[in-house]
C-alpha cells in the first residue's frame, strides 16, 4: 500500500508542503488581482455615473438662468416701449405691478432656486467623488502639515489665537489629510463665539497603532445631542447666521475613512467643541499614549 502512494507522489513531504502553499498563494494573488480589476471598474462606472447625473442635472439649470436673463430683457423692452403709449391710469397701473413687482419678483425666486440647486449639485458630486479617492499612504510630518495649513489660512486667523502642539507623524495620504484639517480648522473659525476672541488648539500623541489628534476650540460649541449629525451631509448648527454648504465635515469624515481612520466629536453649546481624528501610525513609532479623547 505505501508503495502504491510513494508511485502516486514521489516528492517528499516537505516538497509536497511547499508546492500546496505556493499554489495557495498563487490562487490568493489572483483573487487579489481580480478584485483590484472589479474594483476599478466598479469605479470607473460610478465616475460615470457622477459625471453624467452632474451634467444632465445642470443643463437644464443653466436654460433656467439663461432665459431668466432673456426675460429679464424683454421686461426692460416692454416698459419703454409702453412709456411711449397712451394707456389708461388703471391699465396702466395694472401693468407697472406686473412689470415692476410681480415678474421681478418670481425672476429673482428663479435665480435663487436655480443657484441654490447647482451648489447642491456640486456639493453632491465632491462628497461622493470623496468615496472614490483611493489613498496613497506616506509618513507624514503633521507639525508641517498644519503649520502649512495655518499659513495658507492667514486671514481667517486675524481674530483667533492658535497653538500648534508638536504632532507625531502619521500614515495617511498627505492631499487628503490636508483637506481634512483645512475642514476641520475652517470650522473652529466659522463657529467662533461672537463675545469672545477666539482660540485653536491642536495637539496629538501616538497610541497603540495609530495616531490620535485633537482640535480644541472656545467657540459656540452645540448640543451633545448633535455631535454625530455634524458629520451628515448638508447638516448646519446654525444655518441663519453661518454660511457655508454644509458638507466640510461629511468629506472630513470619508476621507478619514478611508484612510483607515476614524472621526469624531465632543461638544458643549456655549464652551466649544474637541474634533479628534484616529490615524493609522508609522510601524516604527513608539511613544506613549495619551488620554487626550477621555477628558
Not at 137 to 165: C, F, K, S, Y
Amino acid at each position: 500500500m505505501s508503495y502504491d502512494i510513494y508511485k502516486q507522489d514521489r516528492s517528499p513531504p516537505r516538497g509536497r508542503a511547499v508546492a500546496r502553499s505556493t499554489e495557495t498563494a498563487r490562487r490568493t494573488q489572483e483573487d487579489l488581482m481580480e478584485a483590484e480589476s472589479s474594483f476599478e471598474n466598479l469605479k470607473k462606472e460610478l465616475e460615470a455615473v457622477i459625471s453624467i447625473v452632474s451634467h444632465d442635472l445642470r443643463a437644464p439649470l443653466v436654460n433656467i438662468s439663461g432665459f431668466s436673463e432673456i426675460l429679464k430683457d424683454e421686461c426692460e423692452t416692454i416698459r419703454r416701449v409702453l412709456a411711449s403709449e397712451t394707456l389708461s391710469a388703471d391699465a396702466r397701473e395694472k401693468l407697472d405691478d406686473i412689470l415692476e413687482q410681480s415678474v421681478p419678483e418670481a425672476l429673482e425666486i428663479i435665480d435663487i432656486s436655480a443657484k441654490a440647486m447647482n451648489a447642491l449639485i456640486r456639493s453632491l458630486v465632491k462628497v461622493a467623488r470623496a468615496r472614490l479617492v483611493v489613498p496613497k499612504p506616506e509618513v507624514i510630518d503633521m507639525t508641517a502639515l498644519i503649520r502649512e495649513i495655518v499659513a495658507a489660512n492667514n486671514n481667517g486667523l486675524r481674530d483667533a489665537a492658535i497653538h500648534i502642539q508638536d504632532l507625531p507623524p502619521c500614515l495617511a495620504d498627505r492631499a487628503q489629510i490636508a483637506q481634512v484639517f483645512t475642514h476641520l480648522i475652517d470650522n473652529s473659525l466659522k463657529y467662533r463665539h461672537p463675545t469672545r476672541r477666539g482660540h485653536i488648539c491642536i495637539e496629538g500623541a501616538a497610541k497603540d497603532d495609530h495616531v490620535l489628534y485633537w482640535i480644541s476650540d472656545n467657540g459656540i460649541g452645540m448640543d451633545p445631542e448633535h455631535e454625530q449629525q455634524v458629520f451628515d451631509i448638508f447638516f448646519r448648527v446654525d444655518e441663519e447666521t453661518i454660511t457655508g454648504e454644509g458638507i466640510g465635515l461629511a468629506i472630513a469624515k470619508r476621507m478619514v475613512e478611508r484612510n483607515g481612520g476614524r472621526v469624531w466629536l465632543v461638544s458643549e453649546k456655549g464652551e466649544g467643541s474637541n474634533v479628534f481624528v484616529a490615524l493609522p501610525a508609522p510601524r516604527d513609532l513608539h511613544k506613549p499614549a495619551s488620554n487626550a479623547a477621555h477628558r
